[in-house]
T-cell receptor
Framework: SQKIEQNSEALNIQEGKTATLTCNYT??????LQWYRQDPGRGPVFLLLIRENEKEKRKERLKVTFDTTLKQSLFHITASQPADSATYLC????????????FGKGTKLSVIP | GAGVSQSPSNKVTEKGKDVELRCDPISGHTALYWYRQRLGQGLEFLIY????????KSGLPSDRFSAERTGESVSTLTIQRTQQEDSAVYLC??????????????FGPGTRLTVT
């Protein structure tokens, strides 16, 4: 089965710094990876999708990279703010051509004022 | 426009009772997913509906779990003879037609199920 791992369960960072979250996958490189944000008591909210042929994707203070050699995606939040505190999930297709997603367990980010 | 809605938001039930959870996807979204999220855990895929195709039930944990979807609209997840281990948040998500090459999923707020 296609696995996806987020090695850090929790990450604490000082306000204003850049937060970097890691997502590793096994087996073949997926066609794309997705990142979601989940706040307590709420469903995940889609943030970014990066395709296999894209090295980097940006959206405002967010940046995602996709390294098929390392089988890894990095998610960066620059100039982090306390409002960025949440759990961040990465996800990959469950199989080739599949529209289903396999989610990582998430990394809980806490931005300390 | 309206997002994915789920009802009830909270459900407390006694062990052994049946429960029915409802999901209203975003209008026009052909794909619908159900997930289970236990406290402190990741999302666990349960079932997937895509248009008129046969649903993918590979994630259902036991035959006590079933789900239906009426066309491309409402879906219900039914858990029969609930057990305490069924306590979790049940999340529904929908996704637009694959022809848009837009695969992101739009999640509802979830139903928190507590089995006593």
């Amino acid at each position: 089965s296609q696995k996806i791992e987020q090695n850090s369960e929790a990450l604490n960072i000082q306000e204003g710094k850049t937060a970097t979250l890691t997502c590793n996958y096994t087996n073949y490189s997926p066609a794309y990876l997705q990142w979601y944000r989940q706040d307590p008591g709420r469903g995940p909210v889609f943030l970014l999708l990066i395709r296999e042929n894209e090295k980097e994707k940006r959206k405002e203070r967010l940046k995602v990279t996709f390294d098929t050699t390392l089988k890894q995606s990095l998610f960066h939040i620059t100039a982090s703010q306390p409002a960025d505190s949440a759990t961040y999930l990465c996800a990959r297709p469950s199989g080739a051509g599949s529209y289903q997603l396999t989610f990582g367990k998430g990394t809980k980010l806490s931005v300390i004022p | 426009g309206a997002g994915v809605s789920q009802s009830p938001s909270n459900k407390v039930t006694e062990k052994g009772k049946d429960v029915e959870l409802r999901c209203d996807p975003i209008s026009g979204h052909t794909a619908l997913y159900w997930y289970r999220q236990r406290l402190g855990q990741g999302l666990e895929f349960l079932i997937y509906f895509q248009g008129n195709s046969a649903p993918d039930k590979s994630g259902l944990p036991s035959d006590r779990f079933s789900a239906e979807r009426t066309g491309e609209s409402v879906s219900t997840l039914t858990i029969q003879r609930t057990q305490q281990e069924d306590s979790a948040v049940y999340l529904c998500a929908s996704s637009p037609d694959s022809g848009t090459l837009s695969y992101e999923q739009y999640f509802g707020p979830g139903t928190r199920l507590t089995v006593t």
